[in-house]
């Protein structure tokens, strides 16, 4: 089958399909005698494997390594389960740090006198200098642990991949 309907069958545009046949997340299709790429049901399998591990918020490379748990047929359970709960870890923070941001723009909005002055405190706080700038969780080296408006500044927040 063509990129066309396996982007209808995964969910995944073609540029997303090829995108992870040129990082070799996937194995690349094979083509055509007119160039085009032909894809197999285990292509399409694997692209919905990759499309629904996204989904749930496994980045590239952990996709990677899921593919190579699913490939081994002497895996052990527990390596995937392990993973797994890396990643759950690792949301927890990241909904922790979300939580920090909302009070803090909470906070931001709540300074506002929200009339027609040029006044603005939101901006104001927001460029204050900080002398003693917030202090992170040492393991995560993202979220502030003190709630004081001036030290809920949320710094940044991990990216994943595309």
Do not use: W
């Not at 590239?60 to 993973?83: A, G």
């Not at 002398?131 to 710094?155: D, E, V």
């Amino acid at each position: 089958m063509n990129i066309g309907k396996v982007s209808k069958l995964t969910g995944l545009n073609s540029k997303t399909i090829r995108y992870y046949e040129e990082i070799d997340l996937v194995h690349a299709s094979s083509r055509s005698e007119n160039g085009y790429r032909q894809y197999a049901d285990k292509d399409v399998e694997q692209l919905r494997f990759v499309q629904r591990a996204r989904k749930t918020g496994f980045n590239i490379e952990e996709c990677r390594q899921l593919l190579s748990l699913q490939n081994d047929t002497s895996r052990h359970s527990h390596h995937v389960k392990d993973l797994v709960l890396e990643k759950a870890e690792i949301v927890a923070k990241q909904i922790d740090e979300l939580k920090l941001m909302h009070t803090y723009l909470l906070e931001l909005a709540s300074q506002c006198q929200s009339d027609e002055e040029p006044h603005c405190a939101i901006l104001d706080t927001l460029s204050e200098t900080e002398t003693n700038p917030p202090q992170t969780n040492p393991s995560h080296n993202t979220a502030p642990q003190n709630t004081a408006l001036k030290n809920t500044a949320p710094q940044k927040i991990e990216e994943t991949a595309p």
